[in-house]
């Protein structure tokens, strides 16, 4: 066990819907990442947080949201939801921006 | 952005065999992580070796920061071993704190 919570861990949703997938860091971690991890792309950065801040940015869409609460929990938000937005998504927590990451067992996503 | 390249991209073995995973990145790192994605794809740390050697159990990895190149060692394989085996980097420069994943290497350890 990781220590990193994600929530839920398979959603089933049709097109159109929009989902918030939620992660709880490990206990001290201030930095957040999340990671969509598709057949044909690999593992794909999405965004990071830090201490409730935006930090680094990736191929995020802009139907995707994301932010980081004061208690350091994270939320994805995803709308407008497409066939191609199945994968698994992934959160990851470190203790700072450039040291050991932990991932979640992620949050498996199926649009239909 | 930085550049990381994994190789083999497969490799299969009989139980018992030992193998070595290499990771090439394009620029300096201030952080490198391996990761086992098991069957149920969970990613499970193996280590985190931005330079230097460490050893866990049967398994070691090295890497040359100087060079560019990680190694990863799977000594005596069993078949729990399989799975998708991930080098991600850091890169030190700049403002980019992305952990940067390769494709992977697939290794599948037969009876």
């Known amino acids: 066990d990781s220590g990193v919570t994600q929530t839920p861990k398979h959603l089933i949703t049709a097109t159109g819907q929009r989902v918030t997938l939620r992660c709880s860091p490990r206990?001290?971690?201030?930095?957040v990442y999340w990671y969509q991890q598709s057949l044909d792309q690999g593992l794909q950065f999405l965004i990071q947080?830090?201490?409730?801040?935006?930090?680094a940015k990736g191929n995020i869409l802009e139907r995707f949201s994301a932010q980081q609460f004061p208690d350091l929990h994270s939320e994805l938000n995803l709308s407008s939801l497409e066939l191609g937005d199945s994968a698994l998504y992934f959160c990851?927590?470190?203790?700072?921006?450039?040291?050991?990451?932990?991932f979640g067992q992620g949050t498996r996503l199926t649009v239909v | 952005g930085i550049q990381v390249e994994q190789s083999p991209p497969d490799l299969i073995l009989q139980e018992g065999a030992n193998s070595t995973l290499r990771c090439n990145f394009s620029?300096?790192?201030?952080?490198l992580q391996w990761f086992h994605q098991n069957p149920w794809g969970q990613l499970i740390n193996l280590f985190y070796?931005?330079?230097g050697t460490k050893q866990n159990g049967r398994l070691s990895a090295t890497t040359v920061a100087t060079e560019r190149y990680s190694l990863l060692y799977i000594s005596s394989s069993q078949t729990t071993d399989s799975g998708v085996y991930f080098c991600?980097?850091?890169?030190?420069?700049?403002?980019?704190?992305?952990?940067?994943f390769g494709k992977g290497t697939l290794l599948t350890v037969n009876p």
């Open positions: 947080y830090y201490n409730g801040e935006e930090r």
């Open positions: 991600a980097v850091q890169n030190s420069g700049g403002s980019n704190y992305k952990l940067t």
């Open positions: 206990s001290g971690d201030l930095s």
């Open positions: 990851a927590s470190s203790v700072s921006i450039n040291t050991e990451a932990f």
């Open positions: 070796i931005p330079s």
């Open positions: 620029d300096s790192v201030n952080n």
